[in-house]
């Protein structure tokens, strides 16, 4: 089992960055694919991006493509999702998730941490 708590969420100005941040307990977060989903209030949750174990493959939804990167150290049980020239329409809540099997391309994940609010205002 593994445990994730993100932060680094906030309240960001249109063409604004953040870099979230999820830190996950346990001994094997190497063993583990991990992703970034977002909920915006009345709508479904929406991938967002995903990497792989060792960080050497990563997915990222056609929207996300050139703004956001995520990226992991697993030395520090930690993954990033740093996002760049932020929209308003970007406002969500943001979800860190992990799986320990399939791979950056499956949406399907096991593990969840309980979100990061994220407000871009125009």
């Known amino acids: 089992q593994v445990q994730l708590v993100e932060s680094g969420g906030g309240l960001v100005q249109a063409g604004g960055s953040l870099r979230l941040s999820c830190v996950a307990s346990?001994?094997?977060?190497?063993?583990?694919?991990l992703g970034w989903f977002r909920q915006a209030p009345g709508k479904d949750r929406e991938f967002v991006a995903a990497?792989?174990?060792?960080?050497?493959?990563?997915y990222y939804a056609d929207s996300m493509k050139g703004r956001f990167t995520i990226s992991r150290n697993n030395a520090k049980n930690t993954v990033y999702l740093q996002m760049n020239s932020l929209k308003p329409e970007d406002t969500a809540n943001y979800y860190c998730?992990?799986?320990?099997?399939?791979?950056?391309?499956?949406?399907?994940?096991?593990?969840w941490g309980q979100g990061t609010q994220v407000t871009v205002s125009s």
């Open positions: 998730a992990a799986k320990q099997g399939g791979t950056v391309v499956d949406r399907t994940y096991n593990y």
């Open positions: 990497i792989s174990r060792s960080g050497g493959s990563t």
């Open positions: 346990g001994r094997t977060f190497s063993n583990y694919v």
